[in-house]
Nanobody
Framework: QVQLVETGGGLVQAGGSLRLSCASS????????MGWYRRAPGKQRELVAL???????NHAEPVKGRFTISRDNAKNTVYLQMNGLKPEDTGVYYC????????WGQGTQVTVAS
């Protein structure tokens, strides 16, 4: 069983920054892909960004140029640096890990005030 613990959400003004962290209970060497999804109010969950075991990254179009995903293998942690936040970035952000099975964190709230 893999546990994912997210930290770093909160309330920020539009244009501000936040950094989310997701710590895995297992080594990232066996995690195929790890990253972030989000669910905005009244919408379905959507991809934000992923990083593969090999270090390749994928950022969704709405966040390209503003958000950056990175990983620290020594700490078994993935980060999401969010700059230039917009009110439409508001939502619950979920950490995701793909091994043989998929695992999800409990989510952290990000609220961007206009």
């Amino acid at each position: 069983q893999v546990q994912l613990v997210e930290t770093g959400g909160g309330l920020v003004q539009a244009g501000g920054s936040l950094r989310l962290s997701c710590a895995s209970s297992t080594s990232m060497d066996i995690i195929r892909r790890m990253g972030w999804y989000r669910r905005a109010p009244g919408k379905q969950r959507e991809l934000v960004a992923l990083v593969t075991r090999g270090g390749d990254t994928n950022h969704a179009e709405p966040v390209k140029g503003r958000f950056t995903i990175s990983r620290d293998n020594a700490k078994n942690t993935v980060y999401l640096q969010m700059n230039g936040l917009k009110p439409e970035d508001t939502g619950v952000y979920y950490c995701y890990a793909n091994l043989v099975k998929e695992y999800w964190g409990q989510g952290t709230q990000v609220t961007v005030a206009s």
